[in-house]
């Protein structure tokens, strides 16, 4: 299984990106799928994931209300539109997955596959 996330950039606060994470190898039907974010010199930390069966899905206090996180089974994707950017929004993204169990899903370690991260940058 590899995932690869895109949609990164350069933004201005205020401004939105949508990040989407693509899965080859499998599909994302039963997986618990997820998005980290890490900023220099900081730990991974949990942003937000989606069950994909069931549909639920969960954030961290510091963005809800400004990013959403969806799937495309048709697709196999999951994307993260990121609205309100700030300047601590800045860190490499990566998503993750792990089929077999929902549980733990905002730990890093409780995900079996990584995608290579993207970096958002918002300026002042």
């Known amino acids: 299984v590899q995932l690869q996330a895109s949609g990164g950039g350069l933004v201005q606060a205020g401004g939105s990106l949508r990040l989407s994470c693509a899965a080859s190898?499998?599909?994302?039907?039963?997986?618990?799928t997820g998005w980290f974010r890490q900023a220099p010199g900081m730990e991974r930390e949990f942003v937000a994931s989606?069950?994909?069966?069931?549909?639920?899905?969960y954030y961290t206090d510091s963005v809800k209300g400004r990013f959403s996180i969806s799937r495309d089974s048709a697709k196999n994707t999951v994307n993260l539109q990121m609205n309100s950017l700030k300047p601590e929004d800045t860190a490499v993204y990566f998503c993750?997955?792990?089929?077999?169990?929902?549980?733990?899903?905002?730990?890093?370690?409780?995900?079996?596959?990584w995608g290579q991260g993207t970096l958002v940058t918002v300026s002042s």
């Open positions: 190898g499998r599909t994302f039907s039963s997986a618990l």
């Open positions: 989606i069950m994909w069966r069931g549909d639920n899905t």
């Open positions: 993750a997955a792990r089929w077999g169990a929902y549980n733990n899903y905002r730990t890093p370690t409780a995900y079996s596959y």
